[in-house]
């Protein structure tokens, strides 16, 4: 599997679980939904301690404009046929970036310069805010 985290295996297999634990979650679906379509460099980013607007962020890249949306249109179908609902898409006439929201998950798709400019990944997982000024330092 590409994905920098395997999707949640349920009790008792003999896969480790290494991804976020998201009860219900579509996380499996989306990740072979992104192999499916020869996604790159997928990442899973569990949020839920940064956010409460959603439980994980998954990033990939693709090649071009037409495998980009060819992936966000693949997971979209992929999701629904699970059952669940897509509720938006944003960035499908451009292609370069595009996103998938379905709740809980927010999918990246992103051209590698894209993807490399916004960093997303570094920018989930370092601080959200600066760290506490050193004691004795005045305030601001």
């Known amino acids: 599997m590409n994905a920098s985290l395997s999707p949640s295996v349920p009790a008792g297999s003999p896969e480790p679980v290494s991804s976020p634990a998201v009860p219900g979650s579509l996380l499996p679906t989306v990740l072979n939904?992104?192999?499916?379509?020869k996604a790159k460099n997928i990442e899973v980013l569990d949020v839920r301690a940064l956010t409460s607007l959603f439980d994980t962020l998954v990033i990939a890249s693709a090649d071009s404009t037409r495998q980009t949306r060819a992936l966000a249109h693949h997971v979209a179908d992929e999701v629904r046929d699970a059952g669940a609902r897509v509720l938006g898409m944003e960035g499908l006439q451009s292609g370069e970036w595009i996103l998938v929201d379905l709740g809980n998950i927010i999918v990246h798709l992103m051209q590698p310069t894209v993807r490399?400019?916004?960093?997303?990944?570094s920018l989930w997982k370092g601080p959200l805010r600066p760290a506490s000024p050193p004691a004795g330092a005045p305030a601001p």
């Open 116 to 121: 490399d400019f916004y960093d997303l990944s």
């Open 33 to 37: 939904a992104l192999e499916d379509i």
